[in-house]
């Protein structure tokens, strides 16, 4: 995080000890912050636009020992990895309906089975506006006021006020918070 600046003596130096390890305390507790404040604002992960104005914010965090640029690499380095555990964890994250299932059925006799009998069973899924909102409510902090964190995203936003005029919001919000 900082530019290595060289220690050296032949002989161990207690004050250089201490100087390194209060420089080391000081960064440790920067990351710390750094991270507590994009967790803080996790709901802007969600969208380009919220990244770009997370990765923008790193001037939140100020010190006189360390330079602002190795601050802001920090913090790039920090949403960069928020950003790739969020996308995999959407990308293992199924909500979605089940649409039919497909039953494979032997055609003619075989030796272990008759012409009938079931060969394979698939479910097939699709996936609705209804599946996409949840989706995209699990990573919304549901306390807070929960409009003004899906204004970086207008589609979403749409939905959610579609839903909300037929009053199936509070089942919805419910149902994302059981997900989270």
């Known amino acids: 995080m900082i530019k290595s600046v060289m220690y ?13 390890k209060h420089l080391l305390h000081i960064i440790a507790k920067i990351k710390n912050q750094l991270s507590q404040y994009v967790y803080d604002h996790k709901h802007l992960l969600l969208t380009y636009s919220g990244i770009k104005e997370l990765k ?3 001037k939140v965090i100020k010190s006189d020992i360390i330079p ?22 959407i990308k293992n994250l199924n909500i979605r309906l089940q649409d039919k299932i497909v039953i494979q059925r032997y055609e003619s006799d075989t030796k272990y089975h008759k012409k ?6 698939q479910f097939k899924y699709r996936s609705t506006n209804l599946t996409k909102l949840i989706k995209y409510l699990v990573y919304v902090d549901l306390t807070k006021d929960i409009k003004e964190q899906l204004k970086s995203s207008e589609a979403i936003l749409a939905m959610y006020e579609y839903y909300e005029s037929k009053g199936w919001i ?10 989270q």
């Open 170 to 179: 509070d089942r919805i919000v419910s149902l994302a918070q059981s997900k």
């Open 56 to 58: 923008n914010s790193y």
């Open 68 to 89: 602002a640029y190795n601050i802001s690499t920090e913090h790039n380095l920090i949403v960069d990895l928020y950003v790739n555990v969020l996308s995999q964890h």
């Open 116 to 121: 009938g009998d079931i060969k394979s069973i």
């Open 8 to 20: 050296t003596s032949k002989y161990h130096n207690q004050i250089k000890e201490n100087s390194v």
